[in-house]
């Protein structure tokens, strides 16, 4: 090849916008925001889908019942502290608690890879029954289905579960409101590092597991301590807590104002992401949940929290402002400010 | 974590930020050539916390904004091909070259892997022998070790499926092109702490001397930063324009000499086009034609490709440290990091990218909430 | 160019005849190529990595006073009055010296 080739045209639209699927739109960032917004909304969009939550409420014969489904592509299969069956239940069950109901039952679809080891499959499987039985909660109806070699990461697998809305308990993103306490029940940053030490070009050594696990009985604590004061309550998983904030903001259009020196990070964590250059915000966590909290109630939230083992380390990392609706404001440890903002795509490891 | 926490201490980093505002009896003007203490700058909110004492200039320390835009293309064009397995660091995913950038590529079915370290690459290599494991070694001086290392190592244990798409530069040519420059506004440099950690200061002290610019080398915490930043104040203060070292930790006047010693062993300095700036003599590495047949570009035939930048990108004077991220029409209309024009925007380094994530508009009142 | 961040180095081998060695990062281990630093450590050692390479040795004492020093530095705050008193002292004769 010679000779000059000349770039796209000097006008504004950059890049030739891309008219494929990419990574990027599964992180729980920008794009992903962007894709359901002008992908999906548009055809199927109606007033319980528009709500955007980590699940639906509908009425059935009376009784409110919340939906919420969920599907797992994580790979490795098998990681530290898990495997995708516990990540499975576990996340379905939180993301039916974060919407304040007690879950009742899940189901489960398969697409299992041609080659994908019985064994594996087997631990899998062992994993979500374990689960299930501890949560008291059944698996109660599913499908399996078998695609050919390449078809898919081993296996991916898809649940949905149910569960009974109390009148009383509904906290929602848009509940927001000035001068909540926005209260964090756990380190962050465990699931997504664990994850990262053990891809491929990446892994390092730690002693870091994932920390997924059902958060409903500690839902239950909150909702025994403090009742309707817990207004917004939600998990950060993919994407991280920078995320899951961002979002809260835009949908209550209220302000954050985080303090850096609040923020509990585990050491191991910390290094993990010195090393490759990430930041713990934007880090996935599988155990960890988001508590806004009216003032009046907060410090007895917190103190609920901090008496169950899953919330032992529970802290208030900030307060929801009027000022500067949306965006979520960090302040630094050295006493600075910076925005938090949601990240287009994947956090990538840098050099720099 | 030690030796890297304590330089995170608030209080005393409070301490600092008002010796600097006692010691500048004027505002100085500083430029931070790397883009980690770019980053670093803003992430904390250090220029905020300085008053009027000190501006900060972002200086071009970004090997991925300064990638030449053909380089970006040769990496493309390689990444596309099916024999071809694709290593890079994290950085250089989203960089956007003339017409798509690595993550695009991969979409359309281009096998790209992200590696931690160069000697992963080679080992892919040899885990793959069917496949040619090509991996774009981007940097500065801090990298070139170990870039030089793993083609070192690839003709020690004669891995022929491995070779590099080199895009190397180096700092004192870029710092001695914005000192020439007619429109230079910098009185003092903070000199980049890695990239001295390896090569030592000797080059610097001709700059000071010839400019009478004070260079201090300088770490990447906020306490080093401050540091630094209080010891160039105290030397524009007192007409001084010496070669200092903050980073005393890391770094040693002689470097690290047997790094050196294989950055020239494998590479020769040569001229390099930096994107948004121009071309800059001897200030990019090459492979030395000993070493070319890891050449990647002499390997697949792209020695010949070259292309031209988009207009409306202003890289270059963000680069220079003409213009403020801000004051560029296009930021955060038309050039956000979802949808970036240049490289400053999607580099994590970038100063584009940093004032649009961290500071895309000042609210000291957020905290009064 | 830039994120190098410091280890302590747990043990050394031989891999092919480079020196490599496990170095521990605050809970975090991984192999780092130890080739540029090969004369001047051992384990127990911290190193300044980047991209799995050992570029510099740190330097310990030189750790320790360059933190107390800046603690030091800061915590002259407390005494701001005192050194604005003497700056205006010292401020008339254009030969006086700084203290």
């Known amino acids: 090849m010679t000779g000059v080739r000349y770039a796209a045209p000097a006008c504004p639209v950059p890049l030739a916008d891309n008219e494929r699927v990419q990574l990027g739109h599964g992180s729980g960032g920008k794009m992903s925001a962007a894709l359901l917004r002008d992908r999906f909304l548009p055809h199927l969009g109606n007033p319980i889908l528009q709500e955007l939550g980590d699940g639906a409420v509908v009425s059935l014969g009376g009784a409110e019942i919340v939906v919420s489904t969920d599907t797992f592509v994580v790979s490795p299969l098998e990681f530290p502290g898990g495997n995708i069956g516990a990540l499975a239940v576990h996340g379905t069950l939180n993301d039916v608690a974060m919407m304040g109901a007690t879950p009742a039952y899940l189901t489960a679809g398969f697409v299992l890879e041609e080659g994908l080891s019985l064994d594996l499959l087997d631990r899998v499987i062992r994993t979500m029954a374990d689960a299930a039985r501890q949560a008291g909660v059944p698996l109660i109806t599913g499908d399996t289905k078998v695609v050919e070699r390449g078809k898919a990461d081993g296996l991916y697998i898809n649940t949905t579960g149910f569960g009974l809305l109390d009148p009383g308990f509904r906290p929602g993103p848009r509940r927001a409101e000035s001068g909540d306490v926005i209260l964090l029940s756990a380190p962050i940053g465990r699931h997504g590092m664990a994850i990262m030490a053990v891809r491929e070009g990446l892994a390092f050594e730690t002693s870091i597991v994932s920390d997924t696990a059902n958060l409903a009985p500690l839902v239950n604590c909150l909702r025994e301590a403090a009742g309707d004061a817990v207004a917004v309550l939600r998990d950060p998983t993919r994407g991280g807590l920078a995320s899951a904030l961002n979002e809260i903001a835009q949908a209550s259009q209220v302000g954050m104002a985080l303090e850096e020196t609040a923020l509990p990070v585990p050491g191991d964590v910390a290094a993990a992401c010195e090393m490759l250059g990430l930041d713990p915000l934007y880090v996935a966590n599988e155990g960890v949940l988001v508590a806004i909290v009216r003032p009046d109630r907060a410090e007895v939230a917190l103190a609920a929290m901090r008496a169950h083992p899953l919330g032992a380390e529970a802290a208030a990392i900030g307060r929801v402002v009027a000022t500067n609706p949306g965006y979520v404001v960090l302040k630094t440890v050295v006493g600075g400010t910076r925005i938090v903002d949601l990240l287009p795509g994947d956090q990538l490891p840098r050099i720099c | 974590m030690k030796y890297l926490s304590e330089y995170r201490d608030g209080a005393v980093a409070q301490g600092l930020i008002t010796r600097i505002r006692q010691t500048a009896t004027r505002p100085w003007t500083l430029m931070e050539v790397c883009g980690g203490q770019t980053h670093t700058i803003v992430r904390q909110g250090l220029d905020e916390l300085l008053g009027g004492a000190i501006e900060m200039i972002h200086g071009p320390g970004c090997p991925v904004c300064v990638t030449p835009l053909e380089q970006i293309d040769k990496a493309l064009a390689l990444a596309a091909r099916p024999d071809v397995i694709f290593t890079s660091f994290g950085d250089m995913l989203r960089v956007p070259g003339s017409e798509c950038d690595l993550l695009q590529v991969r979409a359309r079915g281009g096998n790209i892997r992200v590696v931690y370290s160069p000697l992963d690459a080679l080992e892919l290599a040899i885990r793959t022998p069917d496949k040619q494991v090509v991996f774009f070694a981007v940097g500065f001086e801090t990298t070139a070790p170990a870039n030089a290392m793993a083609v070192w190592r690839a003709r020690e244990l004669g891995v022929s499926n491995f070779s590099v798409l080199v895009s190397h530069v180096t700092v004192p040519p870029a710092m001695t092109a914005i000192l020439d420059s007619p429109d230079n506004r910098v009185q003092g440099f903070l000199a980049a702490g890695h990239v001295c950690s390896v090569m030592g200061w000797t080059e610097y002290e001709p700059i000071a001397e010839r400019y009478h610019v004070p260079i201090v080398v300088t770490g990447f915490e906020p306490l080093d930063i401050l540091e630094g930043m209080l010891l160039a104040v105290r030397q524009l203060e007192e007409g001084r324009h010496e070669v200092e070292n903050q980073y005393v930790r890391s770094v040693r006047r002689e470097g690290t000499p047997p790094a050196q010693d294989l950055i020239h062993k494998i590479f020769r300095l040569s001229d390099r086009q930096w994107r948004g700036i121009g071309s800059i003599p001897l200030s990019g590495l090459t492979l030395r034609e000993e070493y070319a047949d890891f050449d990647a570009e002499i390997r697949f035939g792209l020695e010949t490709l070259s292309v031209q930048e988009p207009a409306e990108c202003r890289a270059g004077d963000v680069l220079r440290g003409n213009l403020k991220p801000r004051q560029c029409p296009a930021f955060g209309t038309r050039c956000t990091p979802e949808h970036p024009l240049g490289a400053p925007m999607v580099s994590s380094e970038g100063a584009c990218a940093a004032y649009y994530n961290y500071a895309r508009f000042r609210s000291p009142t957020a905290h009064e909430g | ?99």
């Open chain 3, 1 to 99: 160019m830039c994120l190098g961040i410091p280890g302590r180095i747990l043990d050394t081998r031989d891999d092919r005849g480079l020196l490599m060695g496990t170095v521990d990062f605050g809970g975090v281990k991984r192999e780092v190529c130890l080739a540029y630093v090969a004369n001047e450590v051992v384990p127990g050692d911290y190193v300044v990595v980047h991209v799995g390479f050992a570029i510099t040795r740190v330097d310990e004492s030189e750790a320790r006073r360059t933190f107390e020093a800046l603690k030091e530095m800061s915590q002259l705050e407390e005494l701001d009055w005192i050194g604005e008193v003497a700056d205006q002292a010292l401020a008339a004769p254009p030969s006086a010296e700084a203290p």
